[in-house]
């Protein structure tokens, strides 16, 4: 996975981080991972800095200075490495809930399968999720389907955060409009992605209930996701979303 950048935030992740960052430095010689850390009281961002000595080259840390939300760390880590030479760009959680062998799938629907957006997707082929509740998964579950019902975009899972950006794509998508900053972030991106006509590949995945720390999905997540949808398909309707 050469030219690649994985980008991770984290907020009290010290229980995942470093095993992450151990899985993926062996298992990919030539990628590169950056950590955005949003100030994390538990001592994230040091654990990561003690790491960056054993990767010097291949391991960098940004730190914002509070808990700042998914979507805008995300999108400082794009601007980070559209400033330099990455090619294909990944989303994944610390948490292990993504397969780190699961990267390469979507590595190759992006480099070989010239797919300009690769998801891992939990749902393109039945309901892929081990150990959450079941209450969780009419969740997600639902939440995909409303999406695709209000935005008429034909992806099964549009919340996915585990997810392959060709930088070509993400330098077209203006990332100073982007509005939302919890889980409805995935999917104002993939919207964007689709309106302008991206080739979008969905790939199947497993995904496993994080074992370690605590979860960060909210009831104000889930309201922005419900009515940030609406307002943003009425926007492009009536022409005035900023792509």
Same mark, same amino acid.
């Given at each position: 996975?050469?030219? +690649?950048?994985?980008?991770?935030?984290?907020?009290?992740?010290?229980? @995942?981080?470093?095993?992450?960052?151990?899985?993926?430095?062996?298992?990919?010689?030539?990628?590169?991972?950056?950590?955005?850390?949003?100030?994390?009281?538990? /001592?994230?961002?040091?654990?990561?800095?003690?790491?960056?000595?054993?990767?010097?080259?291949?391991?960098?840390?940004?730190?914002?200075?509070?808990?700042?939300?998914?979507?805008?760390?995300?999108?400082?880590?794009?601007?980070? &490495?559209?400033?330099?030479?990455?090619?294909?760009? %990944?989303?994944?959680?610390?948490d292990?809930?993504? @397969?780190?062998?699961?990267?390469?799938? *979507?590595?190759?629907?992006?480099?070989?399968?010239? &797919?300009?957006? =690769?998801?891992g997707? !939990?749902?393109?082929?039945g309901?892929?999720?081990?150990?959450w509740?079941?209450? !969780?998964i #009419?969740?997600?579950? /639902? =939440?995909?389907?409303?999406? !695709?019902?209000?935005?008429?975009?034909?992806?099964?899972? &549009?919340?996915?955060?585990?997810?392959?950006?060709? =930088?070509? #794509?993400?330098? !077209?998508?203006?990332?100073?409009?982007?509005? %939302?900053?919890?889980?409805?972030?995935?999917?104002?991106?993939? %919207?964007? $992605?689709?309106?302008?006509? $991206? @080739?979008?590949?969905?790939?199947?995945?497993? %995904?496993?209930?994080?074992?370690? /720390?605590?979860?960060?999905?909210? /009831?104000?997540?889930?309201?922005? =996701?419900?009515?940030?949808v *609406? +307002?943003?398909?009425?926007?492009?309707?009536?022409?005035?979303?900023?792509?």
């Open positions: 996975m050469r030219q +690649s950048l994985i980008i991770i935030p984290t907020y009290n992740e010290i229980e @995942n981080i470093g095993l992450m960052i151990d899985a993926l430095m062996a298992s990919y010689k030539y990628t590169h991972v950056l950590i955005i850390d949003d100030n994390s009281p538990d /001592g994230t961002a040091q654990l990561v800095q003690t790491k960056q000595m054993d990767f010097p080259s291949r391991l960098f840390l940004e730190q914002r200075q509070g808990k700042l939300g998914l979507g805008t760390a995300y999108i400082h880590g794009f601007k980070w &490495a559209l400033g330099r030479d990455y090619e294909y760009i %990944f989303e994944m959680d610390a292990f809930s993504h @397969n780190p062998e699961d990267l390469e799938h *979507l590595y190759d629907t992006c480099s070989n399968g010239n &797919a300009d957006l =690769a998801i997707s !939990r749902y393109i082929k309901v892929n999720v081990v150990n509740p079941l209450s !969780r #009419l969740l997600s579950y /639902g =939440a995909s389907m409303y999406v !695709r019902l209000i935005t008429g975009m034909p992806v099964k899972d &549009a919340t996915a955060g585990f997810v392959c950006y060709k =930088a070509s #794509l993400l330098r !077209r998508i203006n990332l100073d409009t982007i509005k %939302f900053v919890g889980y409805a972030f995935q999917i104002e991106l993939k %919207f964007k $992605a689709w309106l302008l006509k $991206a @080739n979008i590949v969905e790939v199947p995945v497993i %995904f496993t209930d994080r074992k370690r /720390g605590k979860s960060k999905m909210s /009831g104000n997540i889930i309201s922005e =996701a419900v009515i940030g *609406l +307002s943003m398909k009425l926007k492009s309707i009536l022409g005035k979303l900023e792509l």
